[in-house]
């Protein structure tokens, strides 16, 4: 297979990737399942990949999430989070993706990384890491090979528009679901309000009082019984609801009563 052909392998994987992200985003899944799917599917998408993480930092006081495709991995990226050192990082604090070999270079510029990578069985291998914007924070999704020279920069500008997508997919959808929750709570708040104006007017209608003295009446007694004012306008408009109902009926009844009689 020639280096073009292997890319148009890659970029059909990408594709089938994102759009199964974009099924997964649907169901607001938690943080630590989304990294293990990027993982999966980053090893899907690049030929040259044997295994991949993905990792992203947390709050204030947090160590971050990660997430590995194989346990071996885990120290590659143990040794990252723990020093700040590696490509991982790199990419991340300079926005850049990055391609190489392990080997004497990485060696003299992150000691603690080629470490891990040697008891990993990766010192002979090649790396592959991307920054990956999520949220308020970045991290970087991780591609690893214990063959050397495994990544192109094909690969590499590959992966830079595959982590670009997977930071704009995931954007629109929380900005989605961020426009729902909102219409969501306008639709909640007319809903709110017009119960409330039942309220006012039922109040004027029993109290003979203006619309004014009606509602600081509702917002009194809410204070008063601690209960959200929609939630007082709700029972006093079911109740007189209720009620009603219930003359209506005795009426209804009344009237077969005299029926009958006759």
């Not at 309000?193 to 007694?221: C, H, N, P, W, Y």
Request: net charge negative.
């Amino acid at each position: 297979m020639s280096e073009y052909s292997s890319v148009d392998t890659d970029i059909e994987a990408a594709e089938k990737a994102l759009d199964a992200l974009r099924r997964l985003l649907e169901e607001d899944v938690p943080r630590q399942i989304l990294l293990q799917r990027l993982s999966e599917w980053a090893v899907e998408a690049f030929v040259g990949a044997e295994v991949a993480a993905a990792f992203l930092p947390a709050g204030t006081g947090g160590s971050g999430s990660v997430a590995c495709t194989d346990p071996g991995v885990a120290t590659l990226e143990d040794a990252q989070i723990r020093t700040g050192e590696g490509p991982g990082p790199a990419a991340t604090d300079t926005g850049t993706v990055l391609v190489g070999d392990f080997g004497g270079g990485v060696v003299a510029r992150w000691p603690a990384f080629a470490s891990a990578a040697e008891t990993a069985g990766f010192e002979t291998g090649s790396f592959l890491c991307a920054p990956l914007p999520v949220g308020d924070g970045t991290g970087s999704l991780n591609l690893y090979s214990r063959v050397g020279q495994s990544f192109s920069e094909l690969d590499a500008a590959l992966l830079g528009v595959y982590t670009t997508l997977i930071a704009s997919t995931i954007r629109l959808a929380r900005e989605g679901r961020d426009a729902r929750e909102e219409v969501a709570g306008l639709i909640k708040a007319m809903e709110s309000r017009s119960i409330i104006e039942q309220a006012k007017g039922i109040v004027m209608a029993t109290g003979g009082v203006s619309a004014d003295a009606a509602f600081d009446f509702l917002v009194v007694s809410s204070q008063h019984r601690n209960v959200k004012l929609a939630r007082l306008a709700q029972e006093l408009v079911d109740m007189t609801s209720g009620a009603a109902e219930q003359n209506g009926t005795e009426r209804g009844d009344g009237a077969i009563s005299q029926a009958n009689r006759r």
